[in-house]
């Protein structure tokens, strides 16, 4: 593929954990493991360090829940026994769900920005 995508076009494509050169290919091989490059268009994506970026960004996306989750557990009528386990179930559920797609928009940006790895 010759056209370099837009940003706003690689990060959906990465929000998606697809290639964010054509929106076809894997971008993660395992769970938070990136493909070295796009089985479809070849692009090379293995190089790419996104570091702590997509932890922060969780964290940073996730916040207002975690804030809406504390207050109902501290204010809601449920025994501490039930509430805090499942409180936890669901903080940990909503990270493990939105961590790749946070990874994979941050490479998508960084991919559209033209980085590559720490050294560059």
Avoid: H, N
Wanted: proline share 6%.
């Amino acid at each position: 593929m010759t056209d370099t995508p837009g940003l706003a076009r690689a990060v959906g494509r990465g929000l998606r954990q697809c290639c964010p050169a054509c929106g076809r290919g894997k971008l993660f091989r395992t769970y938070l493991k990136q493909v070295d490059t796009c089985d479809v268009c070849g692009a090379a994506l293995g190089d790419i360090r996104a570091d702590d970026g997509p932890a922060w960004l969780t964290v940073l996306t996730l916040g207002p829940l975690l804030v809406a989750v504390t207050f109902f557990v501290s204010f809601a009528e449920i025994p501490l026994w039930l509430s805090l386990p499942a409180a936890t179930l669901i903080v940990t559920g909503a990270v493990l769900l939105l961590l790749p797609r946070m990874k994979g928009a941050f490479i998508a940006a960084l991919w559209v920005a033209g980085r590559k790895g720490a050294g560059e």
